[in-house]
């Protein structure tokens, strides 16, 4: 049955962070955040079997698919990378249908002045943005969610077939998912620099390629690439290596995100700044965390797609820097850079914990993009201009897309079924 408090966050009796308890383990003086259980036993199973029906089956097909395209890696790369971001493309529907269905949550989003006119919401409700074709994308990390969100950013944007995010490398030996990452040309970090460096050096060479078109000009492919300086996700733990980290550089500790590390970004930007432009800056904050909680804690995954348990809105804030103007040559000045970045969120995150939202472009006159005006935002005089959507897809059924690989190959099969059957024909009255 459904169920009313908050789970209980206990400490970890090695002191290794919290853990959330069982949900059946409530406090009547605590409501959830996300409110009571929604849904019951039998219907958490149900949905538990459609979820794993769905996400399981599609990443089945989507990593057959990538499978199935291998081979043309040896015959035309130029085909093989195309044809791996059309399988990109496909999880990236999935991303956005799984959390339509299962998990849908009101979306804000907000912005400075550096991205204004870049982002609107169209006449049936849904986000676009215009951001350039690469990029460098850095976010503080919450929770493991965070990168599906960024993930729909990208689909907004038509780009969703391009993402490469920075991730550790236990995730590469995940069953299913390691193999169908390593096809998508993420990026693993062992967490050691001397055989770390190499590897993204590797994959950046990769990135900064230009290829032949039309006319026989060149042209760089569409990246964006994702990164999470904090290294990992907020908790009790993370914290404690942020303070550790705090006073053996002697500086103060954020309040509520974790002191970025800058050396992998530092490279990404040497190695890439002659191709890319700007860094987008995206804070996340999920309503219904408080001061010194976590949302990996409250908000799990259980909890968020089959219990029914989720944080009333998602809050991204979105801001650009022009990375010419980045002090990346220089080690001492870039980290200060990102530490005074980092600095900036902490303050928006406090203004968020205040006031309930981010601060906000406030402009007087109507900007466009690509000739359109702005669309449904919402307008405050305090808070400034933001778009309240959903997380949701162009059309409902471009899920099926992912199963086109192989609807084609069935048909070639059964063509070739058919040809074999008349020559057996032929041969026979012969």
């Given at each position: 049955?459904?169920?009313?408090g908050?789970?209980q ?5 090695n ?12 406090r009547?003086d ?5 409110g ?9 199973a149900?949905r538990?079997?459609?979820f794993g029906l769905?996400?399981?089956g599609s ?8 499978i199935?395209g ?6 035309d790369q130029e085909?093989?990378?195309?044809f791996?971001a059309?399988?990109k493309?496909h ?6 249908t799984?959390?339509q ?5 009101k979306?804000r989003v907000s912005w ?6 870049q ?7 849904r986000l676009e943005?215009?951001?350039p074709?690469?990029?460098v994308?850095?976010?503080?990390h ?6 599906l969100?960024?993930?729909?950013i990208?689909?907004t ?5 391009h993402l490469?995010i920075i991730?550790k ?6 069953p299913?998912i390691?193999?169908?990452?390593q ?13 770390d460096k ?8 990769k990135?900064?390629m ?17 990164i999470?300086p ?7 733990n993370?914290?404690?290596?942020s303070k ?14 974790l ?6 970004l ?8 002659e ?12 309503e219904?965390v ?5 949302a ?12 029914g348990r ?13 990375i010419?103007e980045?002090?990346?040559?220089d080690?001492e000045?870039?980290?200060?850079w990102?530490?005074e970045?980092?600095?900036e969120?902490d303050?928006?995150i ?6 309930g ?5 406030n402009?007087e006159?109507?900007p ?7 669309g ?6 305090k ?6 959507t ?10 099926l ?6 609807l ?8 070739l079924f058919?040809?074999?059957r008349?020559?057996k024909v032929?041969m026979?009255?012969?």
């Amino acid at each position: 049955m459904a169920s009313e408090g908050v789970r209980q966050r206990a400490h970890k009796p090695n002191g290794q962070g919290t853990k959330v308890m069982d949900e059946k383990c409530e406090r009547d003086d605590e409501p959830h955040p996300g409110g009571a259980i929604k849904h019951g036993a039998w219907e958490q199973a149900l949905r538990i079997a459609l979820f794993g029906l769905y996400y399981v089956g599609s990443c089945v097909s989507i990593h057959l698919s990538q499978i199935l395209g291998s081979w043309l890696y040896f015959y035309d790369q130029e085909w093989y990378y195309a044809f791996m971001a059309l399988t990109k493309q496909h999880f990236g529907i999935l991303v956005v249908t799984m959390q339509q269905w299962w998990s849908p949550i009101k979306m804000r989003v907000s912005w400075d002045k550096s991205v204004r006119g870049q982002i609107r919401q169209t006449e049936d409700g849904r986000l676009e943005t215009d951001f350039p074709e690469r990029m460098v994308l850095i976010a503080n990390h919450q929770i493991y969610s965070d990168w599906l969100y960024l993930w729909w950013i990208a689909y907004t944007a038509r780009l969703h077939g391009h993402l490469y995010i920075i991730l550790k490398e236990s995730l590469k030996w995940i069953p299913l998912i390691g193999p169908a990452m390593q096809f998508y040309s993420f990026i693993f970090l062992s967490r050691k620099w001397e055989t770390d460096k190499p590897r993204i050096a590797h994959r950046l060479q990769k990135l900064n390629m230009t290829h032949p078109g039309p006319g026989g000009k060149r042209h760089l492919s569409p990246m964006w690439l994702l990164i999470f300086p904090e290294g990992t996700n907020a908790s009790e733990n993370g914290r404690k290596k942020s303070k550790s980290w705090a006073d053996k550089t002697g500086i103060e500790d954020a309040r509520h995100v974790l002191l970025p590390r800058s050396t992998g970004l530092q490279f990404c930007l040497e190695e890439l700044h002659e191709t890319v432009d700007y860094i987008y800056d995206c804070t996340m904050a999920y309503e219904g965390v408080g001061r010194s909680e976590y949302a990996q804690d409250i908000y799990t995954l259980y909890g968020l797609y089959f219990q029914g348990r989720r944080p009333k809105s998602v809050n991204l804030h979105w801001r650009r820097f022009l990375i010419s103007e980045v002090p990346f040559n220089d080690t001492e000045k870039f980290n200060a850079w990102i530490l005074e970045r980092w600095r900036e969120k902490d303050e928006m995150i406090e203004q968020y914990l205040n006031t309930g939202r981010f601060p906000a472009d406030n402009y007087e006159d109507e900007p466009k993009m690509n000739g359109h005006a702005p669309g449904k935002e919402t307008t405050s005089k305090k808070q400034g201009r933001f778009i309240e959507t959903e997380v949701k897809p162009v059309n409902r059924i471009e899920f099926l897309q992912m199963f086109v690989p192989w609807l084609a190959v069935a048909l070639a099969f059964n063509v070739l079924f058919k040809l074999w059957r008349m020559l057996k024909v032929l041969m026979f009255w012969r």
